[in-house]
C-alpha cells in the first residue's frame, strides 16, 4: 500500500483558486489510479476528479468541470488538484486516494485513503 498526505487547504474567498497535494509514499506511486474526493458537513463523500495511472485519462465530477484539474507527477510522487473559481459550495474536506484498479468515481474502489485537508470558501 501507499501511505498518502494530502496540503494546501485553507480558507479562501469565492472565486479564488487553490492547489492541494497529495504527497505518497511505500509502495509504487505509479502503480496507482488516484483520485480526489470530498465531504461537506452532513453530506456524503463524493467524488471530485480522477487520474489514471501514466496522468493520460482525468474523470470530473460535472460540480467541478472547466474549474478543477487534476495532475500528477510519478517523479515526485504527487497527485495534484488545481481549483479555480471556488465557490462557498465547494467547501469540505478533501482527500485523495489511490487504487490498483479503480471505477474512478466510486469509492470503495479505492484501497488507500489520506487524513484529509479542509478547504473552506467564504462567500
Known amino acids: 500500500q501507499v501511505q498518502l498526505v494530502e496540503s494546501g487547504g485553507g480558507l479562501v474567498q469565492a472565486g479564488g483558486s487553490l492547489r492541494l497535494s497529495c504527497a505518497a509514499s511505500?509502495?509504487?506511486?505509479?502503480?496507482?489510479?488516484m483520485g480526489w474526493f470530498r465531504q461537506a458537513p452532513g453530506k456524503e463523500r463524493e467524488s471530485v476528479a480522477a487520474?489514471?495511472?501514466?496522468?493520460?485519462?482525468?474523470y470530473y465530477a460535472d460540480s467541478v468541470k472547466g474549474r478543477f484539474t487534476i495532475s500528477r507527477d510519478n517523479a515526485k510522487n504527487t497527485v495534484y488538484l488545481q481549483m479555480n473559481s471556488l465557490k462557498p459550495e465547494d467547501r469540505a474536506v478533501y482527500y485523495c486516494?489511490?487504487?490498483?484498479?479503480?471505477?474512478?468515481?466510486?469509492?470503495?474502489?479505492?484501497?488507500?485513503w489520506g487524513q484529509g485537508t479542509q478547504v473552506t470558501v467564504s462567500s
Open positions: 511505500g509502495r509504487t506511486f505509479s502503480a496507482y489510479a
Open positions: 486516494a489511490a487504487g490498483a484498479t479503480v471505477i474512478y468515481r466510486m469509492a470503495g474502489s479505492y484501497e488507500c
Open positions: 487520474v489514471s495511472r501514466s496522468g493520460g485519462s482525468t
